[in-house]
């Protein structure tokens, strides 16, 4: 299935709290989703909710075995990961590479070690 381009201002914290343990099962029922949860666990109709809503958005989807559905992701981790990057690249550094780095240097979150990691692993591609 194509998923279009998300807008990840779309998905709240717990959408994408709820995705990324759907990316790292696979395949899940609700009961799975909740059993990864920290305690205390989500209300199971909180995460069915959840789910029902990825679900209108296009990013999740369901095999329906009887009453009961085992939820997949259609969005990848990749996919999304890709596009929440270009959002934070474009909606606070103008699209500028080299501001969001020089960003990160300023706020020392970056050293010139990690620069120099990058620059190697930038010219082994």
Known sequence: ???KNIDMNSLTKAEEQVMHI???LGEAFVKD???KFPEPKPAYNTISTIIRILEKKNIVNHNA???THQ???VLSKEEYTKQSASNLLNKYFSGSMEEMV???VKEKKMTVK???EIIHK???L
């Open 33 to 35: 989703v909740i059993e």
């Open 102 to 104: 020089s960003f990160f």
């Open 114 to 116: 990690d620069l120099e």
């Open 65 to 67: 075995f009887g009453r």
């Open 71 to 73: 939820y997949y992701a």
């Open 1 to 3: 299935m194509f998923v």
């Open 122 to 124: 930038i010219e082994k």
């Open 22 to 24: 759907l990316w790292g």
